[in-house]
């Protein structure tokens, strides 16, 4: 069965700081992964997704993912994080019917 | 991006009563809609599928009698959630598209029912 999993509950940078969420998938056939943020009290808002082509995949506000087939993982990357990246962030894949999401980790910055 | 626009963004209701959530896309006809629910801290629990035309799709253990589902044209769905009982309430999104392969799913803003 599909399945996402993101094993940092929650995780707190420094500003300035890089940083790195990672996520592992299950998945039979090409997967095709996405990445969320949800800020408190909000929906999701699509970060990056990657469907085929290059595994390095850039998207909004500085983030980037990388697919590595062979890890079966797709980590979230930012060089150098602000106070305003805290925030919720899922994982998830899509499946021939529906998403299936990784259970989030939350971000904290440190001023 | 396509728009989802999801209304209301936060209900009260009394135990017992019922509560209607729209879901509408914006810019694009949407077969398929999907009603998801999050508990304080967790992730999306799909609920439901909800088909144009047809009768929803629901997941192992949502009860659909309680959960009606209501996919009357190609731009709205409805979630109504019936005799409302405290353990109701939650955050609840839907999102449009994402149903098959290459596609992305956008969003609603999210309703927050909390059931007194």
């Known amino acids: 069965a599909q399945s996402v999993t993101q094993p940092d509950i929650h995780i707190t940078v420094s500003e300035g700081a890089s940083l790195e969420l990672r996520c592992n998938y299950s998945?039979?056939?090409?997967?095709?992964l996405f990445w969320y943020v949800q800020s408190p009290g909000q929906g999701l808002q699509l970060l990056l997704k990657y469907f085929s082509g290059d595994t390095l995949v850039q998207g909004i506000k500085g983030f980037e993912a990388e697919f590595k087939r062979s890890q079966s993982s797709f980590n979230l990357r930012k060089p150098s994080v602000h106070w305003s990246d805290a925030a919720e962030y899922f994982c998830?894949?899509?499946?021939?019917?529906?998403?299936?999401f990784g259970s989030g980790t939350r971000l904290s910055i440190r001023p | 991006g396509a728009v989802v626009s999801q209304h209301p963004s936060r209900v009260i209701c009394k135990s017992g009563t019922s509560v209607k959530i729209e879901c509408r896309s914006l810019?694009?006809?949407?077969?398929?809609m999907f009603w998801y629910r999050q508990f304080p801290k967790q992730s999306l629990m799909l609920m439901a599928t909800?088909?144009?035309?047809?009768?929803?799709?629901?997941e192992q253990g949502v009860e659909k009698d309680k959960f009606l589902i209501n996919h009357a044209s190609l731009t709205l769905s409805t979630l109504t959630v019936t005799s409302a009982h405290p353990e109701d309430s939650s955050f609840y999104i839907c999102?449009?598209?994402?149903?098959?392969?290459?596609?992305?799913?956008?969003f609603g803003q999210g309703t927050r029912l909390t059931v007194v």
């Open positions: 998830a894949v899509s499946s021939a019917s529906k998403i299936i």
């Open positions: 998945y039979g056939a090409t997967p095709y």
């Open positions: 999102s449009a598209g994402g149903g098959g392969m290459n596609t992305e799913a956008f």
């Open positions: 909800s088909n144009e035309g047809s009768k929803a799709t629901y």
């Open positions: 810019d694009f006809q949407a077969t398929t």
